[in-house]
C-alpha cells in the first residue's frame, strides 16, 4: 500500500478520546459497515467484504462492533471462548481474544449477551480504540460491523471510520432510518460523505432509484454526498449459507455482487477518499504516515 505524507484536519479534538499513537502499527483503511435498520444484511457484508479482501492478499481485520449481540462469529462458524467484553472489563489484551477466521481475517469478537457492552462510555471507547490501535501486524483493512441504529456505540464506531458504507434495503422503513442515521451523523459527528449498499435490490434500476432519492435529500438538507458502493440481489443463498454457520458465500448472485463490492471498495484506496468523518483512527494513521495517495 502505498504510502503518502498528508495529513487531515477534520478531527474534533475534545468531542472524542484520542487513539494512542506511540509505538503502535499504523492501522490501514478502517471501513464501517452500518445501517439504521437492522436486519438488513450489514453483518453478511461485512464477514464477506473482510474474506474477500483477505484472499485478495490484504491483511484484514474484522471488528464485530455490534457489542454485547454480535454475531459475527456465528456467520463464520466460530466458538470464541473470549470478546470485547474480557478486553474491556476484564483487562485482557486484545491479543489474545481475536480469533482466526476464513481466509485469515483476524475476527474481534462482540460477545453477545453482554448488556454492559451497549453503552462503552467515553472510557470503554478510549480503551477499543487504544487496544485497536495496538493491533501488532498492521492491517491493511480494518472493517467494522456497527450494529443497527442511532446508539451511541454505532454513531462512535462509524465516526472513527474513514469510509461509512450504510446499508439499505428498498423498503421504505429501511431506507428513512438509513437517511435517519445519516442525519444525525453528519450533524452531531462531522460525517461528510457515505457510500451507500442497497440490499436485497431486484435490479440496478431498483437500487440506482434509492440512491437518487437519498442523495438528493441528503445533499438538499444535509449538505453531504453520497456514492454508491453496490447493490445485492436477493438471494437464498444467503439464509441457506447463514443457517450452516458459512456465511461467506462462493457461487451466486449475491456472492458476485460482494465480489463487486470488494472491487469497489479496493478502488477506494486509490485516492477517492473526501475523509469524511471524526476519524480517530485514521488521524492516528495520518500520524504514522498515511497510506491513501
Ligand atoms: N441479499 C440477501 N438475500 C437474501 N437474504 C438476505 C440478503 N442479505 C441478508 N439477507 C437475510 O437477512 C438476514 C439478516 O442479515 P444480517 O447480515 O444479520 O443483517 P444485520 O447485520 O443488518 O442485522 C440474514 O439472516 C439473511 O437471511
Ligand atoms: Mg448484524
Given at each position: 500500500m502505498r504510502r503518502g505524507r498528508r495529513r487531515t484536519t477534520t478531527a474534533q479534538p475534545g468531542k472524542q478520546p484520542r487513539a494512542r499513537t506511540q509505538g503502535a502499527a499504523p492501522l490501514g483503511r478502517v471501513i464501517a459497515v452500518t445501517?439504521?435498520?437492522?436486519?438488513?444484511?450489514k453483518t453478511g457484508i461485512a464477514v464477506n467484504l473482510a474474506v474477500t479482501l483477505a484472499e485478495r492478499g490484504n491483511r484484514v481485520v474484522l471488528l464485530?462492533?455490534?457489542?454485547?449481540?454480535?454475531?459475527v462469529d456465528i456467520m463464520v462458524g466460530l466458538t470464541p471462548s473470549h470478546s470485547l467484553d474480557h478486553v474491556l472489563h476484564e483487562s485482557r489484551p486484545l491479543s489474545e481474544v481475536v480469533v482466526e477466521g476464513p481466509a485469515g481475517v483476524r475476527i474481534i469478537p462482540a460477545g453477545?449477551?453482554?448488556?454492559?457492552?451497549s453503552q462503552l462510555g467515553e472510557e470503554g471507547q478510549r480503551a477499543l480504540l487504544d487496544q485497536v490501535a495496538d493491533l501488532s501486524d498492521r492491517p491493511d483493512y480494518l472493517v467494522v460491523d456497527t450494529g443497527s441504529g442511532i446508539g451511541e456505540n454505532v454513531l462512535f464506531l462509524a465516526s472513527c471510520a474513514q469510509e461509512v458504507l450504510v446499508v439499505t434495503t428498498p423498503e421504505p422503513t429501511s431506507v428513512t432510518d438509513a437517511y435517519a442515521l445519516m442525519k444525525i451523523l453528519s450533524r452531531a459527528r462531522g460525517v461528510r460523505r457515505f457510500r451507500l449498499v442497497v440490499n436485497m435490490a431486484s435490479d440496478e434500476s431498483a437500487a440506482l432509484e434509492i440512491y437518487h432519492r437519498l442523495s438528493l435529500v441528503a445533499d438538499r438538507f444535509l449538505g453531504v454526498g453520497i456514492d454508491l458502493a453496490g447493490f445485492i440481489p436477493p438471494d437464498r443463498a444467503v439464509s441457506e449459507a447463514i443457517c450452516h454457520r458459512n456465511g461467506v458465500l462462493k457461487a451466486g448472485r449475491a456472492a458476485r455482487a460482494l465480489e463487486r463490492l470488494a472491487d469497489t471498495v479496493s478502488g477506494w484506496k486509490s485516492g477517492t477518499s473526501s475523509r469524511g468523518g471524526v476519524q480517530i483512527l485514521g488521524n492516528h494513521l495520518a500520524e504514522q504516515g498515511d497510506p491513501i495517495p
Open positions: 445501517s439504521g435498520k437492522g436486519g438488513v444484511g464485530d462492533g455490534d457489542l454485547g449481540l454480535g454475531n453477545s449477551g453482554i448488556g454492559r457492552l
